[in-house]
């Protein structure tokens, strides 16, 4: 049971322009939503959260968007570089604890 | 300020072997974490460790067991390898009670089982 949702395992976005990526989850107990960005031979490095009492957070270029009526987050890059290029993980959990439910990853490809 | 170190870094057993995975956490970081990330599947929580106690489990079969030592370093034991424990063994630090779920990775111990 997939409790976290990462449909689209690619996106490619030309440089300079928005990418967006999208997360959807099925447990309503969920009240804390990390992304995690992956590189190659690396760990996950912590990008951006979001708690459930909040629909906005922002970081710089970073945003991350929580409807929770549909159990759904979205990371907003803007604008895109080529350093984002990366593997992006969504992941939540309850009490904002650190057991992490995570997606299964999308591969995010910046155009020069 | 050291981060999470992770040994070894790459490794190759047979089935039915047993394979120790080592973690040392970020300093000042309490409490120790395991994920499984298997080949193109983002990672699973095989247990937490804190305060040398197993503080929670994921959905992984007893032969996966763990330590966490005084120094807050850990352990990852796997008993009795099965072909489908191959995957990137990742340990992740954090500071218990922070309420952020923040996690700092190590760059992962990759175990095949032949």
């Known amino acids: 049971d997939q409790q976290v949702k990462q449909n689209s395992p690619s996106l490619s976005v030309q440089e300079g322009r928005i990418s967006i990526l999208n997360c959807d989850y099925t447990n309503s107990m969920f009240d804390y939503f990390l992304w995690y960005k992956k590189y190659p031979a690396e760990g996950p490095t912590f990008l951006i959260s979001i708690s459930s009492i909040k629909d906005k957070n922002e970081d710089g270029r970073f945003t991350v968007f929580l409807n929770k009526s549909a159990k759904h987050l979205s990371l907003h890059i803007v604008p895109s570089q080529p350093g984002d290029s990366a593997v992006y993980f969504c992941?939540?959990?309850?009490?904002?604890?650190?057991?992490?439910?995570f997606g299964t990853g999308t591969r995010l490809t910046i155009i020069p | 300020e050291t981060g999470v170190t992770q040994s070894p870094t790459h490794l190759i057993k047979t089935r039915g072997q047993q394979v120790t995975l080592r973690c040392s956490s970020q300093s000042g970081h309490n409490t120790v974490s395991w994920y499984q990330q298997a080949l193109g599947q983002g990672p699973q929580f095989i247990f937490q460790?804190?305060?040398?106690?197993?503080?929670g489990r994921g959905n992984f079969p007893p032969r996966f067991s763990g330590l966490q030592f005084p120094n807050y370093s850990s352990e990852l034991n796997v008993n009795a390898l099965e072909l489908d424990d191959s995957a990137l063994y990742l340990c992740?630090?954090?500071?218990?009670?922070?309420?952020?779920?923040?996690?700092?990775f190590g760059e992962g111990s990759r175990l095949t089982v032949l």
């Open positions: 460790y804190y305060r040398e106690e197993e503080n």
């Open positions: 992740a630090s954090s500071l218990s009670g922070r309420g952020t779920g923040e996690l700092f």
């Open positions: 992941a939540a959990s309850r009490f904002g604890n650190e057991k992490l439910t």
